[in-house]
């Protein structure tokens, strides 16, 4: 069982201020091409994966923000705990369809569109092809469904972006991953945060800031099987957590 622990975090945000990974992450970010966005919320629809040198950095411009971290942390638990059986929007996600963390939002969010075509919906069918393996495993080992609507849920290709030069290629988009990658590893191997290392959506960076990893999942299994308790649980967990 892992929890990302308060102090832990603190220990990454204090450690990265130190060693000035914070400004090397906004070079990374400075680094990526400009494009051309319609702002209509339509991609924002889903817990993105997120470095954890990215979760950190979100994570301390939300320490700063009292009332908006509350705002994101209540969205975030609907989000976690409904996700199997209600499509929900990125809880950074405003009703205007405005990113409430724009500032620091995740590489994943700003290399949208800067996709070819082809490239694109190839990712998506594979995704797709991932969530219907998992609805099968869910279904076998707890014996109750995934919402259909939630399992074949596809972010289509974006037609209105324009990219301000060209697409990237893949090569090109891997890099600037890759480049994550090294900030991540400079802040594991200090072993200063206790968790393991795996692929997390920005959602489960913050579940498990709340919850131990096996606790949390427990849960959401027992409320997507059993609507009488589901708002009683979530409700609870609010009042507990936040």
């Known amino acids: 069982m892992t929890s990302i622990k308060k102090n832990h975090v603190v220990n990454c945000i204090n450690y990265a201020n130190e060693n000035r990974l914070f400004d090397k992450l906004n070079n990374i970010y400075k680094s990526l091409p400009s494009g051309d966005c319609s702002g209509c919320g339509n991609c924002c629809m889903e817990s993105v994966g997120t470095n954890l040198i990215e979760f950190i950095n979100i994570y301390n411009y939300l320490e700063n923000k009292p009332e908006l971290k509350k705002m994101c942390l209540d969205k975030i638990i609907d989000y976690y705990f409904l996700e199997y059986i209600d499509k929900k929007p990125c809880p950074f996600k405003d009703k205007d369809n405005r990113c409430m963390i724009y500032e620091v939002r995740p590489l994943n969010c700003r290399l949208f569109g800067h996709w070819k075509k082809e490239d694109y919906n190839k990712n998506l069918s594979n995704v797709t092809q991932r969530n219907r393996e998992y609805r099968d495993l869910i279904k076998s080992k707890y014996g109750f469904d995934i919402s259909d609507k939630v399992v074949n849920y596809k972010i289509e290709y974006c037609e209105t972006f324009i990219p301000q030069e060209r697409y990237l290629e893949k090569s090109e988009r891997l890099e600037f991953a890759d480049n994550l990658m090294i900030l ?59």
């Open 184 to 242: 991540d590893s400079n802040i594991y191997s200090k072993g200063i945060i206790d968790i393991n290392f795996k692929d997390r959506g920005i959602v489960e960076y913050f579940i498990e800031s709340l919850l131990k990893e096996d606790t949390a999942y427990n849960i959401k299994v027992r409320v997507s099987k059993d609507k009488n308790v589901r708002n009683r649980a979530i409700n609870r967990l609010k009042k507990i957590l936040l």
